[in-house]
Structures are given as structure tokens and as C-alpha cells.
């Protein structure tokens, strides 16, 4: 016969692995509710975030999630201006975000939407070009002006010069017009010779470079040209030998600073003008007329 107290010690130990077996069940049932609870969460806050809409303060300016806004990411001056364009556009009304969500709305969607907007605004932006041209810029298409502009030539010391070609390549592109500066009598003029248009008049281009060649071969008379090297070599293709630079904007601009983006002279304008009373916000050439040479560019618009 087994003693009272073994009994007893096979109770409490029976009973303590029962409990042991429920607190591990239940352990295990909290720990799966956890879970559950947990991926609930997840759901939850996934089904939100989809069907989350950013404001538009939010896509541009504050962020949300982990979104950075538009004008809270690295960029350049020139695509700030851009953007701010793209922006006010928006909120007044003169083009549309072209996304079906705000969430799509991306610097680089607000970046095309700028060329979107600036072949909106083309028309109306060549149309004032035309209509403010000071009074003293002259498009050379007949001898009587273009006398005017030889004598008045003779009185100047220095003058600002630029051709307008087909293209950049030195041996295969060609003039189609030179514009002139002439500081003294404050008179500007472009002399069109190879524009490819119909029904439009131009001086014949060997009359224009043979009158020129006395004033541009001239060492007494001083030229201020931006990228000279490519001007002389255009002249130089046409038989004259131009002479007497005194400065080259592209190299001033160099010695400015060596890491500009470009050197095209309008970025030159648009930078340092604004200390000389001058200020260019116009579009650039290509973002008017699209890549390709000066040929097919109306004269009116040349003068400008």
C-alpha cells in the first residue's frame, strides 16, 4: 500500500503540468492575437495610405509620409523659377495638374508641365516680342538701310557683333545673319542673308560681306563678341578676316566663373545684368522655335 503523501505529490504534480499546458495555450493564443492584431494594424494603415490624397500644400511645400514637398528637393535656380511658374499656372487656372492623383506629382511631372505651359504661352510670347521691339533695333532688308547702317559705322570705335548660322559645326554650317551693335548712336541691326523663308526679301549675301569686309577686317575698329573663335570662323569661311576683338564675353565669363553650366550668352545676360538695370526672363531660343539652326527663324522675330 502506497503512502498518503505519495498521492498527494502525484496530485500537485499532475495538477501543475495542467496548469503548465493551459498557460503555454494560452501564451501561444495571446501571442497568435498579437499577431493578428498587429497585421490588422498593418492592413489598416496600408488600405489608409492608399487611399490617402496629399494636398496641394503638401505636395509642394510641406511633404507628407516620407515624401519630401517639391520645393523641399535639391534644385537649381533655373528649375525653382520654373517650378514657381508651373505652380502659380496651376492656381490660376491656365493649365491642368495631368494626373489623375496628387500623389503622382513629381518634380520632374511639374518640370514637363513647364514646356507644356511654355508651348501654351508660345504664340502670345512671340506676338509681344514683335509688338515691343525698341525703336532703335533694325531689320536690314533694303540698300537705303543698309547705307545708313555703313555710315554710321564709320563714327564708331568699338561695336558688339554676332552671327546667326545654320548650326555649330565649323565646316558645314553657314551664316544667315549678323546682327550689329553700335554703342555711340545707340542703334542696333540684324542683316538676315540666308533665312529660308518664301516671299521675304534679304540683301544678296555676297553684296552684304563685301560692304562689311572694310569695317571687319578694320584692326582700328573694335568688336566685342561672345564665343569669337566660332564668328571668326564663320567670317573667315565668307573671305574676310575679322580683326580688331577687344573683348570676348565667353572667355570673361570663364574667368568669372569656371563652373557655370552653360556659357550660352543669354545665361551670361540673365546673371550678371541685373547689376547693369538689365533683367531677361524671356525663353531661350530652342525653348520657342525647338532645336535646329537660325534659317527657318522669322525675320521679325531675328531682330528681337
Not at 495610405?49 to 534644385?75: D, L, N
Not at 552671327?163 to 542703334?187: H, N
Not at 573683348?247 to 540673365?270: G, H, V
Request: hydrophobic share 35%.
Amino acid at each position: 500500500m502506497s503512502h498518503p503523501y505519495f498521492f498527494t505529490y502525484m496530485t500537485i504534480e499532475y495538477v501543475l503540468e495542467v496548469m503548465t499546458m493551459e498557460l503555454k495555450m494560452n501564451l501561444k493564443m495571446d501571442n497568435n492575437e498579437d499577431k493578428k492584431a498587429e497585421r490588422v494594424k498593418e492592413a489598416k494603415e496600408k488600405k489608409a495610405k492608399a487611399v490617402y490624397e496629399p494636398s496641394w500644400e503638401e505636395v509642394w511645400i510641406t511633404g507628407y509620409g516620407k515624401k519630401k514637398g517639391i520645393m523641399q528637393s535639391k534644385i537649381s535656380k533655373l528649375d525653382k523659377e520654373r517650378l514657381i511658374d508651373v505652380k502659380r499656372a496651376e492656381e490660376n487656372g491656365e493649365i491642368g495638374t495631368h494626373v489623375e492623383s496628387l500623389k503622382k506629382f513629381s518634380k520632374a511631372h511639374a518640370l514637363n508641365l513647364y514646356k507644356m505651359l511654355m508651348e501654351q504661352r508660345r504664340d502670345g510670347i512671340i506676338a509681344d516680342m514683335i509688338a515691343n521691339t525698341p525703336a532703335n533695333y533694325h531689320l536690314v532688308t533694303s540698300p537705303e538701310v543698309f547705307e545708313r547702317l555703313t555710315q554710321e559705322l564709320n563714327g564708331e570705335e568699338v561695336i558688339g557683333l554676332d552671327t546667326e548660322t545654320t548650326g555649330l559645326d565649323y565646316d558645314k554650317d553657314q551664316i544667315v545673319g549678323i546682327s550689329l551693335t553700335l554703342p555711340k548712336v545707340d542703334q542696333h541691326y540684324y542683316i538676315p542673308v540666308r533665312h529660308e523663308l518664301d516671299g521675304v526679301y534679304q540683301l544678296f549675301p555676297a553684296t552684304v560681306f563685301r560692304h562689311l569686309k572694310p569695317f571687319l577686317e578694320n584692326s582700328k575698329l573694335g568688336k566685342v563678341l561672345h564665343n569669337s573663335k566660332f564668328d571668326m570662323h564663320m567670317f573667315y569661311r565668307e573671305g574676310i578676316h575679322l580683326q580688331g576683338l577687344v573683348m570676348d564675353t565667353m572667355i570673361a565669363m570663364k574667368i568669372l566663373t569656371e563652373n557655370e553650366s552653360s556659357y550660352a550668352l543669354k545665361n551670361l545676360a540673365t546673371k550678371y545684368g541685373k547689376y547693369f538695370g538689365f533683367e531677361d526672363k524671356s525663353m531661350t531660343y530652342e525653348e520657342l522655335f525647338g532645336k535646329g539652326g537660325f534659317e527657318k527663324t522669322p525675320l521679325d522675330i531675328g531682330t528681337v
